[in-house]
């Protein structure tokens, strides 16, 4: 028999590590093929982990992009269009695009943060 306290953290970590899957287009593009969206039963399922959106829930998430795969899931018309492989792709490159200009532009802030900072230390003197 599994305390209530085990099981609860059992189904915490697998809910945690499926939903974070949902951030990978080619996942999801298996799961589609599969025909896992048009399982009534797996779309509530979908529907149902959108509690993960909550701020306590979603501070442990290390992929915040699949909150917004969860969200598109929503949408059966998303869900139709992943069966083609194509459309995993985009969204595999446009997930790509997004992290090499947030990653450039983080950069060009910290820098700018960096000097602001070394300025305002300077006529601090």
């Given at each position: ?48 982990l ?11 998430l ?16 998303f ?24 990653s ?22």
């Amino acid at each position: 028999c599994v305390s209530d306290d085990t099981g609860n953290r059992l189904r915490f970590q697998l809910e945690l590590e499926f939903v974070q899957c949902l951030a990978n287009p080619n996942y999801l593009n298996f799961l589609a093929q599969r025909g896992y969206f048009k399982d009534k039963a797996f779309v509530n399922y979908l529907k149902y982990l959108l509690y993960w959106k909550e701020p306590e829930y979603a501070k442990y998430l290390k992929y915040p992009q699949c909150l917004h795969m969860l969200e598109l899931l929503q949408y059966e018309h998303f869900r139709k269009e992943l069966v083609n492989a194509q459309c995993a792709k985009f969204i595999d490159e446009q997930q790509i695009l997004h992290w090499q200009h947030y990653s450039r532009k983080r950069m060009r802030l910290q820098q700018a943060l960096a000097e602001q900072q070394q300025q305002n230390n300077a006529s601090v003197k």
